[in-house]
């Protein structure tokens, strides 16, 4: 099973993209969602992080302009983007932790990334 994640692109400072992120197949059950993400010459930050139950929480650099989101029904994360700034531009990275069989425990997984490009 992977994470695939899209909505990645370009877009002028100011805008907004909308990040989603589902595993590949379906699975028993997943855990806590977040989104990470790196910036060039940086090391992996967390970005947000949302609780099976809907709890979240965000990094300051983004709280007031950031939302994420999921739809347990779907088994997808989303990370809404407004107001994004150039600093905001790097590779983002799903994470999940995923219970595959009702017999297994929650393994971590991580999807290939998506880069964002914030700039005019």
């Known amino acids: 099973v992977q994470l695939q994640a899209s909505g990645g692109g370009l877009v002028q400072p100011g805008g907004s993209l909308r990040l989603s992120c589902s595993p590949s197949r379906s699975i028993f059950s997943i855990g806590a969602m977040g989104w990470y993400r790196q910036a060039p010459g940086k090391q992996r930050e967390l970005v947000a992080v949302i609780s099976s139950g809907g709890s979240t929480n965000y990094a300051d650099s983004v709280k007031g302009r950031f939302t994420i989101s999921r739809d347990n029904t779907e088994n997808t994360v989303y990370l809404q983007m407004n107001s994004l700034k150039p600093e905001d531009t790097a590779v983002y990275y799903c994470?999940?932790?995923?219970?595959?069989?009702?017999?297994?425990?929650?393994?971590?997984?991580w999807g290939q990334g998506t880069l964002v490009t914030v700039s005019s």
């Open positions: 994470n999940a932790g995923l219970r595959l069989l009702s017999t297994t425990g929650y393994l971590d997984y």
